[in-house]
Nanobody
């Protein structure tokens, strides 16, 4: 069974930056889409950003111009560079990958933006 290992969450002040990374425990999985979702307390999980096998990206309106999703050239790794962070970005961030076989979620990593 595939597992996703996430890293990079933490506490940052408003205006700061964080970089999240997510790597699949196995390679050559036929992954089509990699992405990041987030869930704040009392809210539904929402898409933050995703990237397809062909490099097409999609972002939530709230993060456009501040966040950048990228995929490593080798291996099934997806990164999320988060700049100009705001308190409303505080949430648990989940990595998600999808292929013809279905989808897998990471365990989540906490991002807290606070002064």
């Amino acid at each position: 069974q595939v597992q996703l290992v996430e890293s990079g969450g933490g506490l940052v002040q408003p205006g700061g930056s964080l970089r999240l990374s997510c790597t699949a425990s196995r390679n050559n999985l036929g992954i089509n889409v990699l992405g990041w979702y987030r869930q704040a307390p009392g809210k539904q999980r929402e898409l933050v950003a995703q990237i397809t096998l062909g490099g097409h990206t999609n972002y939530a309106d709230s993060v456009k111009g501040r966040f950048t999703v990228s995929r490593a050239r080798v291996g099934d790794t997806v990164n999320l560079q988060m700049n100009s962070l705001k308190p409303e970005d505080t949430a648990v961030y989940y990595c998600n990958v999808r292929g013809p076989w279905g989808q897998v979620w990471g365990q989540g990593t906490q991002v807290t933006v606070s002064s």
